[in-house]
């Protein structure tokens, strides 16, 4: 077993203790023998595991908000491209100016309907990294928190983020809504 798989598991056990008990928590996040985990087959079979397990246990709300919570900082990833963005952001004169200062780096971000979509053109999570596709977007819904992270600290206000594409449920791209209640687009 990875030191990355015990840490994800350690993430989905809290936060599934958030929203239940510690029997449903204990079952979902340690219930597959992770200490057998080895290679990429073995790794998708349980974050079917868990997809499905929670799926079976949950409403689609509450398996956001548990999965939201168990993003990664990627070894500073995260803090990262918090700043990058941050500071790309406030070097901006207009929301427009920052997603076309964006999108010179190679971001793909566009605003239709008064919201920020951004993109991914390859999976971003490190346990997906040898998993082919999934069945759903239960596993996928970690990255509404990780960018939530990011876009929170950027724009200095809550904001609100569906996954509208994810490539690991079969699109080309992984896709956010990102909704700014404080800034005008």
Same mark, same amino acid.
């Given at each position: ?5 015990q840490n994800e598991a350690d993430k989905l056990y809290d936060n599934i203790f958030k929203h239940s ?11 597959f023998d992770i200490d057998t985990i080895s290679n990429g087959s073995e790794k998708e079979d349980w974050v079917k595991?868990?997809?499905? $397990?929670?799926? &079976?246990? @949950? ?8 999965? %939201?919570?168990?993003?990664?900082? #990627? ?36 605003? $239709?309907?008064? &919201?920020? @979509? ?8 490190? %346990?997906?990294?040898?998993?082919? #596709? ?52």
């Amino acid at each position: 077993m990875t030191k990355l798989i015990q840490n994800e598991a350690d993430k989905l056990y809290d936060n599934i203790f958030k929203h239940s008990n510690h029997e449903t928590a204990k079952k979902i996040a340690y219930g597959f023998d992770i200490d057998t985990i080895s290679n990429g087959s073995e790794k998708e079979d349980w974050v079917k595991y868990v997809s499905s $397990e929670l799926e &079976k246990r @949950f409403d689609e709300q509450t398996i956001k908000k548990i999965r %939201m919570g168990c993003y990664c900082n #990627e070894n500073g990833k995260l803090d990262q491209s918090k700043e990058f963005i941050r500071n790309v952001y406030k070097s901006s004169s207009s929301i427009k100016d920052f997603v076309d200062k964006m999108n010179e780096h190679g971001a793909g971000w566009y605003i $239709e309907d008064g &919201k920020l @979509f951004t993109k991914y053109f390859s999976c971003p999570c490190p %346990m997906l990294d040898k998993v082919g #596709e999934l069945p759903s977007k239960t596993w996928c819904y970690c990255t509404i928190g990780y960018n939530k992270q990011i876009f929170e600290y950027a724009f200095d206000c809550e904001v609100d983020i569906e996954l509208v594409e994810s490539i690991k449920t079969g699109s080309s791209q992984c896709l956010m809504k990102v909704t700014l209640p404080d800034i005008n687009l």
